[in-house]
């Protein structure tokens, strides 16, 4: 497939303004571990934000393949920068497709217009690939949830306005798929507490924390979804994330690609441009094959949701294979600049750290290949 001369656009516009906002601060964004959230109003004005919701909850009336191209973009100039600024909207993607009205119209136009940050809470110390094992509790009393228990690894943690927390809210059910709901906390509730985790390996200027629960209310119309859906609605909103984790994996091979051929053409090595050695260029080849295989299938897997014919499957390949080329491609571009790719000073460095979050947050690449062998095992040959 080929994408629209609109698609294009906002490819070029995300781009320019990646280049313009933050390319020359990301180096210090990594190193303080930061983001400048004014980038993030910036970004909101420009209309790069939750571009898939509706038009009547405030959004572009877009599709997630444009929300797609927007993070591919993003990360292609800074992973980093790029997570701090898609990650924005994380979690309206389930609002708008299980919220009830009231929450859509209350919550939903307040993302896009840079009023408010929003994130999602699931993973536990003890709970990460297998979501059944989460012991986060939310026990209903009379009209309200009172919500006790410790979240890991929450992106926007200690500056979202709103988390959507996955909870046992029937712990009695034998069914363990159906034991837990999504609830819609207000992180100024009391009782709860955000910790900044400190030291990742990569994609430091988006924040990460660890986040507790001690009794916050809840009231019970902050249900988002169903009482004992929660898995169910879980397991439709990473259909829907992982195609933007797979941008992000293209976007840092495509950076690092970029980096890689500017580095070749200009250092000189047996009596000519490292770009003119054989080695070098079957290995250029390799990288930019595997990147627009990877591209193709996540263009393709966003685009069949967009147009109501989601494949589970085709997902886990897309996210799968673009964290695996992430993490090729900026191994095989740090080669290349030798000893330089191991000074800070050049970007290669950090996107060699950045690259491998990919292979592991939204389903690590087991659990996807895990759904992909699932489907296929099942069919009747």
């Known amino acids: ?102 929450q859509k119209n209350d919550i939903l136009p307040r993302i896009p217009s840079g009023e408010i940050i929003i994130g999602t809470a699931i993973t536990e110390p003890d709970a990460g690939s297998d979501v059944s094992l989460v012991k986060t509790k939310a026990e209903k009393r009379g009209d309200r949830y009172i919500i006790n228990g410790t979240k890991m690894f929450v992106t926007n943690g200690c500056i979202a306005d709103y988390l959507l927390v996955y909870a046992v809210t029937n712990p009695e059910e034998s069914n363990v798929h159906k034991r837990c709901s999504v609830i819609l906390v207000k992180t100024d509730s009391p009782g709860f507490e955000a910790l900044k985790i400190h030291g990742k390996l990569g994609i430091r200027a988006s924040n990460t924390a660890e986040v507790s629960f001690s009794n916050v209310e809840v009231p019970v119309k902050n249900l988002v979804g169903q009482e004992k859906r929660g898995f169910y609605q879980l397991m439709d909103f990473f259909n829907k994330t992982r195609n933007h984790v797979a941008a992000e994996g293209v976007g840092i091979a495509q950076g690092a690609l970029e980096m890689a051929i500017s580095h070749v053409k200009k250092r000189k090595a047996f009596g000519g441009y490292l770009s003119r050695l054989q080695g070098v260029q079957f290995k250029i080849a390799e990288m930019a094959t595997r990147i627009e295989a990877a591209r193709c299938l996540y263009w393709r897997s966003a685009y069949l949701l967009d147009n109501g014919k989601l494949d589970p499957a085709l997902v886990s390949m897309a996210k799968w294979y673009a964290g695996e080329i992430a993490v090729y491609v900026v191994n ?50």
């Open 1 to 102: 497939m080929e994408l629209t001369t609109e698609q294009k656009d906002i490819a070029k516009a995300a781009r320019e303004f990646a280049e313009k906002e933050f390319r020359d601060r990301a180096k210090e964004f990594d190193e303080k571990e930061e983001f400048d959230l004014s980038i993030w109003k910036r970004a909101c004005e420009n209309g790069f934000i939750g571009v898939f919701l509706e038009e009547g909850f405030g959004g572009a009336g877009l599709g997630f393949l444009e929300h797609c191209i927007i993070t591919e973009e993003f990360w292609r100039v800074d992973p980093g920068c790029g997570q701090a600024l898609v990650s924005c909207s994380f979690g309206s993607e389930m609002i708008q497709a299980f919220g009830s009205e009231s």
């Open 332 to 381: 095989e571009a740090l080669q290349l600049h030798g000893g330089y790719g191991y000074i800070a000073e050049y970007d290669i460095q950090r996107f060699y750290r950045d690259a491998k979050i990919v292979e592991i947050y939204e389903g690590s690449k087991e659990v996807e290949k895990t759904i992909i062998a699932n489907k296929f095992l099942k069919k009747v040959f």
